[in-house]
Structures are given as C-alpha cells and as structure tokens.
C-alpha cells in the first residue's frame, strides 16, 4: 500500500491530534510540521526526529497539507499551497455566506493549479453538515435544531484571545434547546485593560454578535480549561405527506481530538477527488474511510 505525504501546518491543540491521527493511518507519512519562525526551534527538539520548518518546501514532495490553523488564517494561508499544486484541508468554521465566499476563491485557484481544496472539515462544520444533510433526505420538510456543548469552543476562544490586552481566555458554549446558545467567557487580561472595552469589543464580532454573551474576568484561565465538547442535533419534519418524522443525533467528543482526525479523513478524502474545492456533505462518505470500496460497501450497506 503506498503512502500519502502529508505536511501539518501548524502544531496547537489541533496539530497535536492531527499528527497523531496520521501517525495511525497506514495509508499516510509525515512528512513534517511548518510552523513560525520563533516556534520551530523549540518543537524541533521535542519532535525530534519529526522535520519542523517554515518553508514547506525543504519537505520534499508533499501530497496534502492539514491547515490546523484558526480559520482567520485559512484564507491566507490555503492559496500557498494550492498554488505549489498541494492539497489542502482545512478547519474553517465561520459559519454562513463566509464558508460560500472561501469555498469560490479555493475552488478557482485548486482548478488552475489541477489540486484539491477541502474546506470546513471539523466537526461542525464537517461531519454534522453530513448529519443535517441526511436528516433532509429522510425529511425534506421541517426544522433541525442544533445544541452544541456545554464545552469549549476553539473558533470562540481564538477570537477572543485576538483582541487586544487578552493575555489569555476561554469560551464556554451553553446549549439552552431549539437551537439558541449562550456563551460564556473567561478571559485573563494584560495590566491596564478593561473588562468593560474588552467585553464590547467581544458582544460586537460576528462570532459573538447573536448569541447572549456573558464576560467574566479571572486570575488563571488555564485552570478553567476542558477540551470536552459535543452536539444534540434534533429534527421534525415531514417525509411525503407523512409527519411527525423524529430524528436524533448525539455525540460528545474531545473537541481537538475529533476536529484533528476529521481533517485526516478529510486529507484521504482529498486525493480521491477531481480539482477543485469541497465541503464535506459533497464528498461521497466511502471517500473518507481507509479501505477497497467493495469490502467497504459489504461492511457498510
């Protein structure tokens, strides 16, 4: 069985896994990490014999990079890659016009450059937009609600944390049902900040903007973090002319665990497709899966 080279750009919380989900996938080799400057130093001695660069060519050839980056990044770091003619896969969860926007700038410079961009493979947006996906084919009529957490969401907090006299912070999703959420932030300031101009500048991104937003000032945000995570999805709806169709689905998960090893499925999933930029729900599912479609297909149908 040959392998894929794959490159992972960046290592925090999400590299880590994505490196390890690699690491357990027999169809893949690591070919490194890219990462800044002032970092590759440090993790070359703790990764040591793993190649950490900054310039992704002194990898040699590379199939796919994993951008475990954070999604203000993507857009700026994905046509790089593209235009070397590497794969990319990527994280991206701004929901919205905003995913419809990147997956049109990707998919032009993938075509011109004949390579594969997928993007907004996490787990939502990911692999729940599979599961919103098939509750539409059951039920084509009808409402689905989506209640994440309670947990840490890493989109939030990276947002958070980019505001200026941030020194640290985390936040919190609470699920009240029917879809509406709260959030609660903890943030840990530099000297000479305040609460009240940084819980403003917070309640006014986009991230933030919809939902009841609570900011709170603490000593040590580390002490407050867990990586847990997980979604409730729910849907009513109408099959024909029959209704009353329920359906349900339930996962709770380690957040950059399963975000890591979705963006390694996803990275497979890549090298089976013509040029151009995906999402996940336009992916046959097989695609992601290691394995001969027909022994897949008797295990699965």
């Not at 980056?69 to 593209?82: D, F, G, R």
């Not at 700038?105 to 939502?124: P, R």
């Amino acid at each position: 069985m040959g392998q894929s080279s794959i490159a992972v750009v960046g290592y925090g919380n999400v590299g880590r896994h994505v490196v390890e989900a690699i690491q357990q996938s027999a169809d893949m080799r690591l070919a490194g990490i890219v990462e800044v400057p002032q970092l590759v130093e440090t993790l070359r001695q703790h990764l040591r014999p793993i190649p950490v660069v900054t310039d992704p060519a002194d990898l040699g050839q590379i199939d796919v990079a994993i951008l475990a980056v954070n999604s203000l990044a993507v857009p700026k770091i994905a046509p790089t890659y593209l235009k070397m003619g590497v794969n990319t896969v990527d994280p991206y969860d701004i929901h919205g016009e905003s995913i419809l926007n990147l997956r049109r700038e990707l998919d032009g410079l993938a075509k011109e450059h004949g390579c594969v961009s997928i993007i907004a493979a996490g787990w939502d947006p990911g692999t729940d937009s599979i599961i919103r996906t098939i509750f539409e084919i059951i039920a084509p009529r009808g409402i689905t609600h989506v209640n994440f957490g309670p947990g840490m969401s890493m989109g939030h907090t990276v947002v958070v944390k980019s505001i200026e006299g941030v020194k640290d912070a985390i936040s919190i999703t609470v699920p009240m049902g029917m879809g509406i959420h709260k959030r609660m932030v903890y943030v840990e300031l530099h000297a000479g900040y305040s609460l009240g101009d940084i819980a403003k500048k917070i309640k006014e991104h986009q991230y933030f903007a919809h939902d009841e937003t609570h900011v709170f000032s603490v000593e040590d945000v580390a002490a407050l973090v867990d990586m847990g995570h997980g979604v409730h999805m729910e849907r009513k709806g109408v099959a024909g002319k029959t209704h009353n169709q329920r359906m349900e689905y339930r996962m709770s998960i380690t957040n950059p665990g399963a975000t890591g090893q979705v963006l390694v499925s996803a990275a497979r999933a890549s090298l089976r497709q013509k040029p151009g930029c995906y999402s996940l729900p336009e992916i046959p599912p097989l695609d992601f899966i290691l394995g001969e479609r027909e022994e897949l297909l008797q295990r699965l149908i």
